[in-house]
């Protein structure tokens, strides 16, 4: 063979390799998916590599074409797609792009993005001719090359003193996928906010973030399906949750120090010579109960007619009324029921008024106290305390998607979810995330509301997929934001 028919040879192996390279570099389409909510309908796909794509809508609105690139899809399954805002969907192959058409009913908008490890493309269809601007905070991720301290550890920096991670790996049950955030606490801050600004409101974790214009935030106290928060919380010092059981809780001060401990409350109202205990701080008044109302709640208790209600301002009872008595700025309504409402049956106008809240010293002082638990990593060790704090099993027991809040050794935060119940991730145990959140630096940390609650958003876009297909509106979520 000669010289040049062995180089023509040779380049001709080189070429077909490259071709063959290029194939299996294709953003391969594994899946498409779709899940409709309440505020959205989303469809999914999962991709074996990073897409390039680009999205058109019709003029008249109502057709949304999907283009996405250097695809191969031959063995991808055409899901129908039919649901109140998508009327149909349509696949075509043409040289290597896949071409989505999906038919929009008569007024909705649409949002597009991509999520890497695993790769992901989401289209968001919602309500609304006009598509909503809320103003998101700039991060500009860039991908750490050295400081990676583990296989499957995708880190990047995605502003000063805030890091990303995402983490992918594989055990005997299957692939568990992870998202966390690490925040300096010198540059970033902690609050708690209740969904719709209130108790009790739901609202869901993005559209927390969107309305605090927060850096990120995740999912935080359990609730009631009402939004009630269930737990002991405090917002500017002031009490909005409450529960009978000593859980744990973390506490954030204003120089943004924390507190990681037990947390209970109790305590006892008097009015004139009358006293009665506590039962509850921003709830649902039950029978032969008393239930303390503040601003959290709203203007008014909202309460039927079957008890009685005293204002109490400087304390002194400023009024008197059934139900649904409003609530002073400055002060609080206490509600009574049954044998309650008999015992200060004989309070007037004008009577003196003690509220005595008993809550252990460490949190006294403490204006954000957020009450949720187990307690997971307490002073750099790994203790799950879900059977002394009285857990049920749907918490304390198997694997579940689930969100935790924690402190490094430096102080500096720490937000985090596992997804769980899905193919890309099949959640972790109490004690399994424990050990990963203290692998990651977790100094101390306390377990949050888990399940279709957990979800972490940073710059305004959901990290993770909520187990229950869509958003679950939360009745609170921590907020980070820049100082």
Request: glycine share 10%; charged share 25%.
């Amino acid at each position: 063979m000669s010289k040049n028919l062995r180089r023509a040879f040779c380049f001709a192996v080189i070429l077909l390799f490259a071709l063959q390279s290029a194939v299996l570099a294709a953003a391969n389409v594994k899946a498409v998916r779709f899940s409709s909510g309440a505020q959205h309908d989303r469809v999914v796909f999962d991709l074996a590599a990073s897409p390039r794509y680009r999205t058109l809508l019709a003029k008249d609105g109502r057709t949304l074409t999907i283009d996405i690139a250097d695809t191969a899809a031959k063995t991808m399954k055409r899901t129908p797609i039919h649901t109140r805002r998508i009327e149909s969907a349509s696949y075509d192959e043409q040289q290597g792009h896949l071409i989505v058409t999906l038919k929009l009913r008569e007024g909705m908008h649409f949002e597009a993005r991509t999520l890497q490890h695993p790769d992901r493309l989401f289209v968001d269809i919602l309500d609304g001719a006009e598509k909503p601007a809320p103003q998101k905070p700039v991060l500009k991720p860039v991908p750490r090359t050295e400081g990676t301290t583990f296989d499957g550890d995708f880190v990047e920096d995605l502003a000063p003193g805030l890091t990303r991670h995402t983490y992918v790996y594989w055990d005997e049950r299957g692939q568990v996928s992870v998202w966390l955030i690490e925040a300096d606490r010198n540059r970033y801050a902690l609050s708690l906010e209740l969904g719709k600004g209130k108790v009790p409101g739901r609202e869901t974790v993005s559209s927390l973030s969107d309305r605090k214009n927060a850096v990120a935030a995740i999912n935080a106290t359990y609730f009631a399906p009402s939004g009630d928060i269930i737990g002991v919380a405090k917002i500017d010092g002031r009490i909005v949750g409450t529960t009978y059981y000593r859980r744990s809780a973390m506490g954030i001060y204003p120089d943004g120090s924390t507190v990681f401990g037990k947390i209970s409350y109790d305590g006892t109202v008097k009015l004139g010579g009358a006293a009665w205990p506590i039962g509850g701080v921003d709830c649902e008044r039950g029978t032969d109960s008393l239930v303390i109302y503040n601003r959290a709640y709203g203007s008014t208790t909202g309460t039927n007619a079957y008890g009685q209600e005293y204002t109490v301002v400087n304390g002194r009872v400023t009024a008197i009324r059934a139900s649904d008595s409003p609530i002073p700025e400055n002060g609080v309504v206490v509600s009574v029921h049954g044998a309650a409402a008999d015992a200060f049956a004989g309070v007037k106008v004008g009577a003196t008024a003690e509220i005595d809240e008993n809550i252990e010293r460490i949190w006294r002082d403490v204006p954000t106290v957020i009450g949720a638990g187990p307690r997971l990593v307490e002073d750099g060790r790994v203790h799950v305390t879900a059977d002394e704090e009285s857990f049920p099993s749907d918490i304390r027991d198997g694997r579940a998607p689930r969100s935790a809040i924690g402190v490094t050794a430096d102080g500096n935060y720490i937000l985090a979810v596992v997804d769980g119940r899905q193919s890309h991730s099949v959640g972790l145990t109490l004690t399994a995330w424990a050990e990963l959140l203290k692998k990651f630096g977790a100094y101390n940390a306390i377990n949050l509301d888990g399940g279709g609650s957990s979800e972490l958003v940073v710059g305004g876009e959901i990290q993770n997929e909520p187990s229950d297909g869509s958003e679950r509106p939360v009745g609170s979520a921590v907020i980070l934001t820049a100082k």
